[in-house]
């Protein structure tokens, strides 16, 4: 789940470059998470992701959306378990392999993004893109969409805990105690655009791989 109250927060900002590197590369004890979920083997060695566009907001055409699940799909693909993206046929029977990408406020329940595992949907919320262009209509939407495309699909590769490292897609920055995502350099992400990846990063792809490992291993010969 992505809330993103701080998707448009104000003032301070860290180097680019080193968000680059931070993005790039994955030091060993980088990999750290809130323990907020137990993570597992994605859902099925190939996931497939169908998109349908009914109900999207007006600024979001089905080909922008496609080609920002395509990215996520292609950037997650170095973990080594996620397929196809196509656009939904109407009537179409999802087969057990496929994610529906959907915009239902209900489903995201008001958040920006929403993985149902059991349902096999990825829910965006064209209410909480309504809010932030409404408040904000100078920002990137289109990053905040990619942004929750790749995290939510992330919870669909079997990374369920999130990412306490503020740059990785799968992160949120601050919990409920206050506590705070860590950076190398130990400031903590300001500045008008996110610091959070918009695509999985290199530490992102990592605890992929560690937890889809066993089975891409037992799936051999
Ligand atoms: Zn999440």
Not at 20 to 45: F, K, N, S, V, Y
Not at 88 to 96: S, Y
Not at 124 to 136: C, E, P
Not at 197 to 202: E, N, R, S, V, Y
Request: hydrophobic share 45%; with cysteine.
């Amino acid at each position: 789940m992505l809330v993103w109250a701080s998707a448009a927060a104000a003032a301070g900002g860290t180097p680019d470059r080193l968000r680059q590197q931070e993005i790039a590369q994955c030091l060993p004890q980088e990999i750290a998470t809130w323990r907020d979920g137990a993570d597992r083997p994605a859902m099925a060695p190939q996931l497939r992701w169908v998109y349908r566009h009914d109900g999207a907001p007006a600024w979001f055409d089905a080909a922008t959306v496609l080609a920002a699940i395509s990215r996520a799909a292609e950037a997650w693909s170095a973990c080594g378990t996620t397929g196809q993206v196509a656009l939904a046929m109407p009537g179409t029977v999802l087969a057990d392999d496929v994610v529906l990408v959907q915009w239902s406020d209900a489903d995201s329940r008001g958040n920006f993004g929403l993985a149902s595992l059991g349902a096999r949907k990825l829910s965006l919320g064209s209410a909480a893109f309504a809010l932030l262009n409404s408040r904000n209509p100078g920002y990137p939407a289109g990053d905040t969409l990619q942004m929750v495309l790749s995290h939510e699909m992330g919870h669909f590769l079997g990374l369920m805990a999130h990412s306490r490292r503020c740059v990785d897609v799968m992160s949120y920055y601050v919990n409920g105690q206050g506590e705070h995502c860590f950076t190398r350099d130990g400031r903590m992400p300001g500045g008008s655009t996110d610091y959070r990846a918009l695509l999985p990063t290199a530490c992102d792809i990592e605890r992929c791989r560690a937890l889809n490992r066993p089975a891409l291993v037992s799936r051999q010969p």
